[in-house]
Nanobody
Framework: VQLQASGGGTVQAGDSLRLSCAASGRASSTYFMGWFRQSPGKEREFVSRISRSGSTYYADSVKGRFTVSEDNAKNTVYLQMNSLKPEDTAVYYC????????????????WGQGTLVTVSS
């Protein structure tokens, strides 16, 4: 599967953004889809995940502010980000794995190219 992330941009604190991850080559619904982010000088960190059954899981840092969803008809996964904070600034990546609930980046087999989100204070 090939993944294409989009939707990043520069916003102010408190604003919202919606990221998209379009999958091609195979339906995204056949994978566990995850969102990760990486800031300069930091390791890539887990943000959220949606399983094949639609169950979701979030990092504590984004819980209550971010929502992951999937449109199977469009083969696209979304990350709705509300109440953005400067500490959310990072390159956001979508990724897919074949069936692991793990939040470790190492279990994800496929990665998109990343989209930059910058939140100014």
């Amino acid at each position: 599967v090939q993944l294409q992330a989009s939707g990043g941009g520069t916003v102010q604190a408190g604003d919202s953004l919606r990221l998209s991850c379009a999958a091609s080559g195979r339906a995204s619904s056949t994978y566990f889809m995850g969102w990760f982010r990486q800031s300069p000088g930091k390791e890539r960190e887990f943000v959220s995940r949606i399983s094949r059954s639609g169950s979701t899981y979030y990092a504590d840092s984004v819980k209550g502010r971010f929502t992951v969803s999937e449109d199977n008809a469009k083969n696209t996964v979304y990350l709705q980000m509300n109440s953005l904070k400067p500490e959310d600034t990072a390159v956001y990546y979508c990724a897919a794995n074949r069936g692991s609930y793990s939040i470790s980046p190492g279990v994800y087999d496929y990665w998109g190219q990343g989209t930059l989100v910058t939140v100014s204070s």
